[in-house]
């Protein structure tokens, strides 16, 4: 019989479930609807064929989301409610016992997901972004790419999970927290030997050239007040002709990374004031302020999943009658995204705030016309829609819609 848990825990699966088709049903109808003309503040910059790719990429992603969300929901139901987790525990648990139990249990759910998640990637990849010209990817990189995540995701997984399960059950009522402190440790481990270990097995680095865009570069960092370990162009054309740049790593690791793609297309101007937006996150500390929040939920979850871990009502709520660590933590990932979907509007929120201070900073730094420019190429590059649909995008939208940046950067 259905427990109050199930219930509450079908619930939440059905409002996400009709919100996600909700908002991606309003985000169609807007961007359809505004296919026709370019918005009248962007009519001097962009072709209407520009606006019209973007509509139909927007249009076609949005639309395959919906396959994408139907098969996330049925796979989650099939492995609680539907029984699957306890037969896999029906499965391992004669023939392993203790970490190395666990560790099967959760690499077995794992690869399963990335099993039925591989035929989407693959689809995005060849067929939609082939259909609008952005994949460079051939079906044999993307082969080598899959097999080294995996190979990263247990050279690295494997241990971190041994330590954690290690933890959960040797070290008393407090573990959570213990756990905590190894999650962050291990993170900023992460974030540390990201950029000179974890990165170079995908890309190649070379240092930016000498030249006039160096030399405006290094002006502008003078000018912030800011040192890194180097500036890098990274060969993101290898895979996909979509433009960005970035920052990696902390403390004496920071390296600034271009992709060529966005080199190719900005003037120098232009990719200054996009790398000065890039340093007022720096500067304002966002990063960290990100870091510092995600560190403080995942201290609440896990001292959540301390309670929960104890509470027979969780595990048969959820389809479970064995009740041991590994089941525990899987429950929990699998269950935990449902309820807290709804902090996604919030972390959104947050995040454009962000951008417009990081906008302002480059607007001081830098020069906001030139900013202007690089955004207004940077979307038509990438097909980001000019006419989100309003609520869509108050929803997920880490980067205010195109329209508002715009008119924050030039004061009429
Ligand atoms: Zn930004």
Not at 331 to 340: E, N, T
Request: a neutral charge; aromatic letters at 12%; charged letters at 15%.
């Amino acid at each position: 019989m259905l427990n109050p848990f199930s219930l509450a825990f079908l619930a939440a699966l059905a409002v996400m479930f009709v919100l996600r088709l909700w908002l991606g049903q309003r985000q169609i109808s807007h961007v359809t609807a505004h296919r026709a003309a370019v918005p009248d503040s962007f009519a001097e910059r962009i072709e209407l064929p520009a606006h019209q790719k973007a509509a139909d990429y927007t249009v076609t992603r949005t639309r395959f989301g919906r396959i994408g969300l139907a098969v996330e929901v049925a796979l989650l139901l099939a492995l609680t409610l539907g029984g699957g987790l306890q037969a896999l525990h029906n499965f391992w648990s004669p023939r392993l016992d203790g970490l190395s139990y666990g560790v099967a249990l959760i690499f077995s759910v794992l690869a399963i997901s990335a099993a039925i998640d591989l035929p989407l990637a693959y689809y995005r990849q060849f067929v939609i972004e082939e259909k609008f010209a952005f994949n460079r990817m051939t079906p044999r990189l993307f082969l080598v790419d899959l097999l080294k995540q995996a190979a990263l995701s247990v050279v690295i997984g494997a241990p971190v999970l041994l330590v954690v399960l290690w933890m959960m059950e040797g070290m008393g009522s407090l573990w959570w927290f213990y756990v905590w402190i190894f999650w962050c440790a291990f993170n900023l481990l992460i974030l540390f030997l990201y950029p000179t270990w974890i990165a170079p097995l995908f890309n190649k680095f070379v240092a930016l050239e000498d030249g006039d865009l160096k030399a405006r570069i290094e002006a502008l960092l003078g000018r912030c007040g800011f040192s890194s370990s180097g500036l890098f162009v990274m060969d993101g054309s290898k895979r996909s002709s979509h433009g960005n740049a970035y920052f990696t790593g902390f403390g004496k690791n920071k390296r600034i990374v271009f992709f060529d793609t966005l080199l190719d297309r900005l003037r120098p101007l232009e990719v200054e004031a996009v790398l000065a937006h890039e340093l007022g996150h720096f500067k304002h500390r966002h990063v960290r302020k990100r870091i510092a929040m995600l560190f403080a939920l995942s201290l609440g979850f896990l001292a959540l999943l301390g309670q929960l871990i104890d509470a027979p009502w969780f595990f048969t709520g959820l389809g479970v009658e064995t009740q041991n660590t590994a089941l525990g933590l899987l429950l929990f990932f699998l269950a935990g995204p449902v309820f807290s979907f709804l902090l996604t509007p919030l972390l959104s929120l947050l995040s454009r705030r962000d951008e417009f201070e990081a906008d302002r900073y480059a607007a001081d730094k830098a020069s906001a016309s030139d900013l202007v420019g690089a955004l207004v190429k940077l979307y038509e590059d990438n097909a980001a829609t000019l006419t989100p649909d309003p609520l869509h995008s108050l929803f997920y939208d880490s980067h205010p819609p195109a329209a508002l940046r715009i008119a924050r950067l030039q004061p009429v």
